[in-house]
């Protein structure tokens, strides 16, 4: 399989290239040169299968430079109970990303029973693995550098805690996360994992990781890398859940299911996209958002308007709090036919701080063959959505969850079989629960009183030269 760029100006490039990567040579974002096919029999023949026997069928398809047995043995390390069934409070279940049955027609997928409770670990365990083995083949290593306001960075430090050839520095905004989120990160003791404390807000660690990023020379000396959610092979393992999901809902593949996906960066729903590419039978592909909903104004309105950090709001469902979503360039070089060209003018007046407008084009007709609607909810909708929930079904969701929830309800059609992705558990979002429900959350038994575990983070202020020299000084 060969990986061209969505600006069309970069080489193409093998899977083990762009692995490691960001941006293509142009600026553009890795994409398949074609899509991998599943006939209904070869869909039937999956069926019944072990999550990790699926993630192999369909990685395979995508990863065709690494060796096939070894391949098969990274996943088979990655998809074990062990790693993916402990972190839930209420379940003795065995089954990977386990269908849950609200009530005939409507299901919640739970894809956040990993060691963070937030959906991030299906893929980023994977990556684990992946760069592991790619760093290994050619004797080098790598410094991988975010910045975090939560979920992302614990799922990259549990992802990457203990691997050889690998260092993390995540930075996060000093106070600004809560004790829980705090205590996950900062309590790993693991000699790999750097946490960074910076003395500011989120938007300041994430410029100083583009301000390192930027300097081309520190960059290659330190080989800086990211785990940052364009990364293609994060994208592509989150494909797997769909075919998953599908076949747990499903009887036969002549049946249509329909997925509902709590939306932000665009990562996750654009692995739908990819399945249902792939010969996967979905009618609708659901996205919700919430108070910030640059994307459902997209798929009402045709036109894409990425807002300003200031017009960005707070939400209690912050995982989805963003202002542009960077994996939506994939879905538009696929809407546009593919044509390079055209999404290269997209994108010079989205970069010069502009917006497009597709609407009443042959292009934006495509949505709706393709499936796909939206929906968007507020903080209001979320405490209604989790009570109903928790009433009706005597099931507890998070604020991310409530928001697919709240818009699959919206759109469900009779005979079709409604998938809501479950993204986060609540007892990552104690507060609003309280609020909703006036109960705490369940927690995990093996994360019960980790806020007074001993925190291993250093506090700098927010200054660039600051965090490189913590990174000389640990890379050394
Ligand atoms: C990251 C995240 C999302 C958004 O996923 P995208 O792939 O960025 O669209 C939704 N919910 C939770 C809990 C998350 O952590």
Redesign the pocket.
Known sequence: MKYVSTRGQAAPKRFLDILLGGLMEDGGLAMPESYPQFSRAELEALRGKSYAELAFAILSKFADDIPADTLKALIDRTYTSAVYCNGRADSNTVEIAPLRTLEPGLHLLEL?NGPTL???DMAMQLLGNLFEYALEQTGSSLNILGATS???GSAAEYAMRGKHHIRVFMLSPWGKMSNFQRAQMYSLQDTNIFNIAVRGMFDDAQDIVKAVSNDLEFKRRYAIGTVN?INWARVSA?VVYYFKAYFAATRESSEKVSFA??????????AGHIARMMGLPIDQLILATNENNVLDEFFRSGVYRPRKTSETFATS?P??D?SK?S?FERFVFDLLGRDAEKLRELWAQVDAGGSFDLSGTPDFARIAAYGFVSGSSSHADRLATIRDCFERFGVMI?T??ADGLKVAQAHRKPGVPMIVLE??QPA?FEATIREALGREPERPAALRGIEALPQRVEVVDADVDAVKRLIVQHAA
């Open positions: 956040s937030a959906f991030k939560g979920d992302t959610s989150q996906v709590p939306s932000g960066n665009f990562g996750n729903i654009c469902s995982s989805m963003i979503a994996n998070d991310h969850t993204t986060a990552k």
